[in-house]
C-alpha cells in the first residue's frame, strides 16, 4: 500500500474532532481530550473499574483502564470564524483547525509544553478574530480578503512548526512525519495517525495492506 501526506480540509478536521476548543480552558477538557486518570471521570460520579468504557452522565468523560491511549488519540478543533490561510499550503482556506492531543502538549512533568503553548496562542488569536469579524456569517467568506486573519494564519503556521507563507506553495511535509509513514503501515498506531492528523495533514492511501 502507498500512503502519502496531503493537506487536510475542514471536512476532514470536523470527522476527526471530538470537541469544539474556544477557550483555552477548552484546551484541557477531559470531555474533549480524554480522561486524566485511569478509571475515573473528571467529577467522580464513576470511580472504579466496574465502571470503564462507561460515560459519566454528569461531566461526559469516558473512563476507561488506560486514559493515557485515549489523551495521546483524542483530538479536537477549532472554529476561526473567517477563512484562514492552511499554514501548509496557501492556495487553500480553512474556517477550522485540528487540536493535537492533550499529551503531545504537555511534557512528562505535567506542564505545558512549547508546543501546548503554541496552541493557546492560537486560541487566544483565534478568539480576537472573532471579536473583530463577528458572528456575521456574511463575513466570513470574505474576512481574509479584507487581511484580518493575519495573526490566526501565523498562529497556525507556529503549531505545524512552519513559517507562515504568503505565497501560494504548498509545503513539502517534514522528514520527521513522512518518516512516520512506514511506522503507521505497519503498526496502525492511532496515535501515530493523531500527530500526523494534528499538523494538519490528512493521509491517502492506495492499494490494501
Ligand atoms: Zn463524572
Redesign the pocket.
Known amino acids: 500500500m502507498k500512503m502519502h501526506l496531503v493537506p487536510g480540509i475542514d471536512c476532514d478536521f470536523h470527522k476527526w474532532s471530538c470537541g469544539l476548543v474556544v477557550t483555552v480552558e477548552d484546551l484541557y477538557s477531559p470531555s474533549t481530550f480524554g480522561p486524566s486518570e485511569d478509571s475515573r471521570?473528571?467529577?467522580?460520579?464513576?470511580t472504579g473499574s466496574e465502571h470503564d468504557g462507561k460515560i459519566?452522565g454528569?461531566?461526559l468523560?469516558d473512563v476507561s483502564c488506560d486514559s493515557r491511549q485515549i489523551r495521546r488519540v483524542r483530538m479536537g478543533h477549532i472554529a476561526l470564524n473567517a477563512l484562514c490561510r492552511h499554514p501548509l499550503d496557501a492556495d487553500t482556506l480553512v474556517r477550522r483547525f485540528p487540536i493535537a492531543p492533550v499529551d503531545l502538549r504537555r511534557g512528562k512533568d505535567g506542564c505545558v509544553n512549547e508546543l501546548g503553548r503554541d496552541y493557546e496562542e492560537l486560541v487566544k488569536s483565534a478568539s480576537r478574530l472573532r471579536k473583530r469579524v463577528g458572528e456575521d456569517p456574511r463575513e466570513i467568506g470574505t474576512a481574509h480578503c479584507t487581511g484580518v486573519t493575519g495573526e490566526v494564519d501565523q498562529a497556525l503556521a507556529q503549531v505545524v512548526g512552519v513559517q507562515a507563507s504568503p505565497a501560494a506553495a504548498t509545503q513539502p511535509p517534514p522528514s520527521s512525519l513522512a518518516s512516520l509513514l512506514p511506522e503507521l503501515a505497519l503498526t496502525a498506531d492511532p496515535a501515530l495517525l493523531s500527530v500526523i492528523r494534528s499538523m494538519g495533514y490528512a493521509l491517502e492511501c492506495h492499494g490494501t495492506l
Not at 471521570?41 to 464513576?46: I, K
Open positions: 471521570c473528571a467529577c467522580g460520579e464513576l459519566c454528569q461531566c468523560v
